[in-house]
């Protein structure tokens, strides 16, 4: 007896998510970026996610003036956290009985559930790049919340203008003239000091900043490594960086400074890209099968993080 589409789904749905895993975000430059730079990370989630930081030295360091002067002896305060709650994605997968019936050939049943099978999978990782680039969406954390232009605002329940540690860098330019010195700016502070363990390694904007900065460059600045010569040079590189431009960055003239260490997406353990069993739809001739996701976007070091950003646009 042939396999329904539900039967065939649930079946071969491990092989294609497999098999996207490797090439599923090809038109979604940040994400896959992201995931190429190890910044997708699985974990069993909670209620919320805790992200603890070291900010500050020792307030009670210091150099002795004798050898029996007194020390502090204040509680040492050098840790918190920042925490962030898991935002939910659904992408719903339906199919009527009418598409059952009129397809009921072994390859017409495979090319129609590779057709819904694919178009979830890249339905959700498009969706999931575009809401990157925004400020909060129904509990969803995109760049717009943790990098200002300002280099201000409450982030993970901490408010940077209270706490003047968790603030992003932050620089301007007007024009070709300056781009180049307004990125660097940035990925020096970012980076805090020379041979930094965190220094940015990825930048994205959107195509006509990319291609002002590309413009002033010569031949041999432009790319990050001989590996892109393979690919036709299709990757700007800009010190550490990887520089990548995106659909979804609607903000002309801002291009942002990340790594991985200390920005990152964190996906629930099991519940990734999750597709449920199918399911028939309640009063209606067809089925339903979902993709779900517990997720959210989680910074731990907002100091490493930046914006370049054009006069004007901010």
Not at 76 to 94: H, K, R
Not at 111 to 127: K, R, V
Not at 258 to 266: A, D, E, Q
Not at 283 to 310: E, F, M, P
Request: hydrophobic share 40%; with cysteine.
């Amino acid at each position: 007896m042939a396999l329904t589409i539900s039967q065939g789904l649930a079946i071969s749905f491990p092989a294609i998510q497999k098999k996207k895993a490797e090439n599923q975000w090809a038109e979604s430059a940040l994400m896959h970026e992201m995931d190429r730079q190890g910044g997708i990370k699985t974990k069993a989630l909670g209620s919320t996610i805790e992200a603890p930081l070291d900010y500050q030295r020792n307030p009670g360091t210091a150099f002795l003036a004798t050898e029996l002067q007194a020390h502090s002896m204040n509680k040492t305060e050098v840790v918190t956290a920042a925490s962030y709650t898991p935002a939910e994605l659904v992408v719903p997968m339906v199919w009527s009985y009418r598409d059952e019936a009129l397809n009921t050939e072994e390859t017409q049943k495979v090319d129609l559930i590779d057709t819904i099978a694919n178009n979830g999978l890249d339905s959700h990782d498009d969706f999931l790049e575009q809401y990157l680039f925004s400020t909060s969406t129904n509990g969803f954390l995109g760049l717009q919340t943790h990098i200002t232009f300002a280099g201000t605002g409450s982030d993970g329940g901490i408010d940077s203008s209270v706490n003047t540690f968790w603030r992003n860098q932050t620089a301007t330019y007007i024009d070709d003239t300056d781009i180049e010195s307004a990125f660097t700016t940035v990925w020096n502070q970012c980076a805090k000091g020379s041979g930094s363990k965190l220094m940015p390694t990825l930048m994205v904007s959107d195509a006509s900043t990319q291609s002002l900065f590309e413009g002033t460059q010569q031949a041999n600045q432009r790319w990050v490594d001989t590996d892109e010569l393979k690919a036709g040079f299709k990757i700007l590189g800009f010190k550490t960086c990887r520089f990548v431009f995106s659909l979804y960055s609607g903000n002309f003239g801002a291009t942002y400074f990340l790594n991985m260490k200390s920005f990152n997406l964190t996906v629930a353990k099991g519940f990734f890209r999750k597709k449920d069993e199918a399911a028939p739809i309640q009063n209606a001739t067809g089925y339903v099968s979902r993709l779900y996701s517990a997720l959210q976007t989680v910074v731990d070091n907002r100091s490493r993080l930046g914006i370049a950003a054009k006069t004007g646009a901010v």
